[in-house]
């Protein structure tokens, strides 16, 4: 997210000097890192959490219109971002992989159709189909047709516009063209402490870890871009927009192989449904991973519980974020949200033998042996103020203080896929005096920058054509497995 932020203010005010302070010793080692997520470039085209049915049978497809539309500005930004040099080869990031939703039984197939017919004529969505095919299932997913009945019922919405994104890869390569516009990175540089001067500016407290010694750097703009750490800082700022807000935090485990011959089974990333009280970001997936050019196989998320906000985190994080001004909320939300808790614990309790049965229901003939259990990052959910309680949630949201000085993002989902959004939501809300000034060098990094793509599906093409191409995730020279 800062990277990303850190480019845009770049581009758009070469004159400003940007620091960025991270605690860990480089680049993307929290949730950005590759093994940290899945990979996925979210826009809405296998994730069935995006797609619910509604109680009379049909499908409400706005969120995926909303996810969808985001992702088309990050696809901008990034082609853009190559044919700046400011990226570099776009194999290094991102890597063209279908998406496809995949459900067994007669009444799943049912709601996967009736997406499929709420989806295929949306020009977001073109090309998208619906396969319940059986020697065409085996066709396109040999992995997981291995071993199977021949009379289940399956059935697949397969779109081949999806991908597979290395975020740690584009941080890295955002921040070092960033460092080499002479912005500063100061790595094992810990926030301490953000606080408000009289005439506005702030005052951020930041720790060298390798010394010990203390600095004070004064700022007119902060973003906290701190991922899982992003709570406290904004708490400590002391912004009232911050008050009510909590977080609850939700750890994740993945199996994965490296094993080349298993990996050439299988290309793309299948989604199924979630099991019941599982939050949405828990649906099992299969995926093909595309990391320094290697493709690997990875499954899960197995969530669970750790009270760490970060991977790299401290066990008291959980109990220091609670305050007088969240306690309702998080008590509120506590109280409401026994199938997750319920769920939660479950997964934690699961032997290896219990999450490798999980696989075998995506892929029966597979041998869990080939496959080795990572952990992945940390996510904390937003807890908002919600009256005397709280509502959990599953997005990601900007809080920034009504001066626009000051700017953080919560939560976690759709997460990497969408920064460019959420970073381009940071710059309409903290510099509204200035985006008028700065659309048209917006609209040329993003030229849908703006614009309702589902009104306009002309551009829509034509800015599907150009990123493809410059992406290079058509044609015959993108990665095959
Ligand atoms: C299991 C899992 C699966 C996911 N899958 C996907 C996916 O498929 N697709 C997708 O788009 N998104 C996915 N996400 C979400 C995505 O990974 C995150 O939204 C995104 O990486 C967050 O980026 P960030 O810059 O906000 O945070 P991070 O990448 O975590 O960066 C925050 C940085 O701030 C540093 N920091 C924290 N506190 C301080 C401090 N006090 N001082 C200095 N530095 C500090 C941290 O060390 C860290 O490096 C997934 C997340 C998880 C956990």
Known sequence: MSATLGTLVKSLEPDWSISLFERLGGPARESSDPWNNA?????ALCELNYTPQRADGSVDVSKAITVNQQFQLSRQFWAHGVSQGVLGDPATFINPVPHVSFVRGADD??????????????????????????????????????????DETMALNWSDGGTDVDFGSVTRQLL????????????????????????????????DLRTGQKTRVNARFVFV??????????????????????????????????NADLAKGHHAKVYGKPPVGAPPMSVPHLDTRVVDGQHSLMFGPYAGFSPRFLKEGHLTDLVRSVKPNNLFSMLGVGLNSMPLTVYLVKELLKSREQRVEG?????????????ELITAGQRVQTIR??????????????????DGTIAGLLGASPGASTAVAAMVDVLETCFPDRIAAWRPRLVDMMPSYGTDLMQDTTLLADLRRWSDKTLRLVGDDHIEA
Not at 39 to 43: D, E, N
Not at 245 to 257: C, D, K, M, W
Not at 386 to 399: A, P, R
Request: negative net charge; proline residues 3%; hydrophobic residues 35%.
């Open 359 to 371: 696989l075998l229901e995506f892929a029966p003939s597979i041998d869990g042996d080939d496959f």
């Open 176 to 207: 070092g063209h960033l460092e080499s516009h002479g912005a500063e990175l100061n790595y094992e540089h810990e926030v301490r402490n953000l606080k408000q001067n009289s005439d506005s500016t702030w005052t951020v407290t930041v720790k």
């Open 39 to 43: 990979g996925t470039g979210h826009s």
């Open 385 to 402: 103020r919600n009256g005397m309680s709280g509502t959990l949630e599953f997005g990601t949201c900007t809080v920034s203080h009504r």
């Open 109 to 150: 197939a049912a709601y996967l159709k009736a997406r499929h017919e709420a989806l295929v004529d949306n020009p977001l969505f073109a090309g998208i189909e619906y396969v319940d095919d059986r020697d065409e299932i085996a066709r396109r997913l040999p992995l997981m047709s291995a071993g199977r009945d021949d």
């Open 225 to 258: 871009g701190a991922g899982g750490g992003a709570l406290h800082l904004l708490q400590k700022s002391g912004i009232p927009e911050i008050r009510g807000f909590g977080g609850f935090p939700v750890s994740g485990q993945f199996l994965r192989t490296t």
